[in-house]
């Protein structure tokens, strides 16, 4: 099976990317009083408490969820940046609603993108919407230039994106778990 593995760096560089550009975003228009999304807000608390309550076969349903979307020839780029657009907006509202509190500014914002994206599990779970992100694009590149599409290949890229997904979730309840732990 040919892997593309530039593509998949690049779609991987570009999660990252997408997700800050949006949380950076959200924390500006949330400073300059445009966005509240004080619901959501509300929603991704009371998942974080369940999530922490919860095993890795929670968090494993929630992200796996938006991972399929991904995966979705044609339409998975669009759920791609539909999920880590709202996600990062979301991030940002929470470090500019939180600033009061804090008083740590925009640096709240990059600490939540911090956290969000670049321990552990948000490394493995990035990296399995991008395989998804690939395994899409992959089928609908190969129907728009008129070539043989390989669902195999489809297939057993979404089947590694699930593995890496579910080792995430079970990373992220480990961290949730040593948070509780100590407190925060």
Excluded: C, Q
Aim: glycine content about 8%; proline content about 3%.
């Amino acid at each position: 099976m040919n892997i593309n593995t530039r593509m998949l760096l690049l779609y991987y560089l570009a999660t990252f990317v997408l997700l800050l550009a949006s949380e950076l975003i959200g924390y500006a228009l949330t400073v300059e009083g445009v966005l509240d999304l004080a619901s959501e807000v509300n929603g991704l608390e009371s998942l974080h408490l369940g999530a922490s309550l919860a095993t890795a076969l929670f968090i494993f349903e929630h992200n796996s969820i938006i991972n399929l979307a991904i995966s979705i020839p044609f339409l998975g780029p669009i759920a791609y940046v539909f999920s880590l657009g709202e996600t990062g907006l979301v991030l940002g509202y929470a470090a500019a609603s939180l600033n009061p509190y804090s008083g740590m500014g925009i640096y709240g914002s990059f600490l939540a993108y911090v956290v969000t994206a670049l321990f552990p599990h948000g490394l493995l779970e990035l990296l399995a919407y991008s395989i998804s992100l690939y395994a899409s694009m992959d089928v609908s590149l190969s129907v728009i230039r008129h070539e043989r599409v390989n669902p195999i290949r489809w297939l057993v890229l979404l089947l590694i994106s699930m593995a890496v997904l579910l080792a995430a979730a079970a990373i992220e309840s480990l961290e949730l778990g040593l948070v509780r732990s100590i407190g925060l």
